[in-house]
């Protein structure tokens, strides 16, 4: 089993920036990609940005070039660096590990931007 708990949620203001951090716990060793995924208000889940064990990254259009995602490996953490917040980008955040057996989700946090 693998454990998630995300930190950095959080009200703020359009135009400035958040940090959310997602720290995995368990079996670590069967981590390989981690990352975002997001759920506005009375909407479906979505992508939001990714990062293999090796580094490479993807990220969804509606945050490139204001998000980056990074990881690290010694501490089992994966970042979310959110830049340039808009209102529509106020959501409950999820982070998500993959294995090669499961998919595991940490439980949210709350990312609320006011205009």
């Known amino acids: 089993q693998v454990q998630l708990v995300e930190s950095g949620g959080g009200l703020v203001q359009a135009g400035r920036s958040l940090t959310l951090s997602c720290e995995a716990s368990g079996r670590t060793s069967e981590v390989g990609t981690m990352g975002w995924f997001r759920q506005p208000p009375g909407k479906q889940r979505e992508y939001v940005a990714d990062i293999a064990r090796g580094g490479a990254t993807n990220t969804a259009d509606s945050v490139k070039g204001r998000f980056t995602i990074s990881r690290d490996n010694a501490k089992n953490t994966v970042i979310l660096r959110m830049n340039s917040l808009k209102p529509e980008d106020t959501a409950v955040y999820y982070c998500?590990?993959?294995?090669?057996?499961?998919?595991?989700w940490g439980q949210g946090t709350q990312v609320t931007v006011s205009s």
């Open positions: 998500e590990a993959q294995t090669p057996y499961l998919t595991y």
